[in-house]
């Protein structure tokens, strides 16, 4: 098995513009998780979905961040418009049972200038 | 979400054994101990988990308090590759993992 991937692996972008980022999770896995890390405030959970549909969201600083799962082999996290205090790794994971460990991606870097 | 309580720090001497402890008294019964590691420029790798059982596996050892208020994540002979931030974490019903500070282990030759 692959593993989670994300793409891109780094974004640079300016402020204002609109930001996706992609996970594909292990097949087979019913949950999926966004994560973000800075310095300051350490791994945030952002949101969570469970069979493609959102169960947390209270992680999600504002509504310039939306997640979308369509299907159970694709996720997506946009943020429009971006902002410079968005910049951070994301991570997306996932996981089959309950109790069943979080796998995660190699994460996709973004700089918002 | 069930709370952890972690010391910030710890550090071992390379090829011994290190323990990191991990408190959780707010714990429920069907709630899993989970511990992952971060080495640096990483994203966060599994290491071990449990229910009530302790628990081994290739990379550690998971020791689980009778009342399940406390865990101890082992590490049987450290390496310098096993510096990293360990965390311990509770996951609820629904596969929840809230990350808290974690302890950065050092590791010293």
């Known amino acids: 098995d692959a593993g989670v991937i994300q793409s891109p692996r780094h974004e640079v972008t300016e402020m204002g513009q609109e930001v996706t980022l992609r996970c594909k999770p292990i097949?087979?896995?019913?949950?999926l998780f966004w994560y973000r890390q800075t310095m300051m405030r350490g791994l945030e959970l952002l949101i969570y979905?469970?069979?493609?549909?959102?169960?947390?969201d209270s992680g999600m600083p504002e509504d310039r961040f939306s997640a979308k799962m369509p299907n159970a082999s694709f996720s997506t996290l946009k943020i429009q418009p971006s902002e410079p205090r968005d910049s951070a790794v994301y991570f997306c994971?996932?996981?089959?049972?309950?109790?069943?460990?979080?796998?995660f991606g190699n994460g996709t870097r973004l700089t918002v200038t | 979400d069930a709370k952890t309580t972690q010391p910030n720090s710890m550090e071992s001497n390379e090829e011994e054994p290190v323990h990191l402890p991990c408190n959780h008294s707010?714990?429920?019964?069907?709630?899993?101990i989970h511990w992952y590691r971060q080495l640096p420029s990483q994203g966060p790798e599994y290491v071990i988990h449990?229910?009530?059982s302790n628990v081994n596996n290739r990379m550690a050892s998971l020791a689980i308090a009778e009342d399940r208020k406390s865990s101890t994540l082992i590490l049987h002979r450290a390496t310098l590759r096993d510096a990293a931030v360990y965390y311990c974490?509770?996951?609820?019903?629904?596969?929840?993992?809230?990350f808290g500070a974690g302890t950065i282990l050092r590791v010293k030759s």
């Open positions: 707010t714990i429920s019964g069907t709630d899993y």
């Open positions: 979905f469970n069979n493609n549909v959102p169960i947390d």
């Open positions: 994971a996932s996981s089959s049972a309950h109790g069943s460990p979080l796998h």
């Open positions: 974490m509770i996951m609820e019903y629904g596969n929840k993992l809230v």
């Open positions: 097949s087979g896995h019913d949950y």
């Open positions: 449990g229910l009530t």
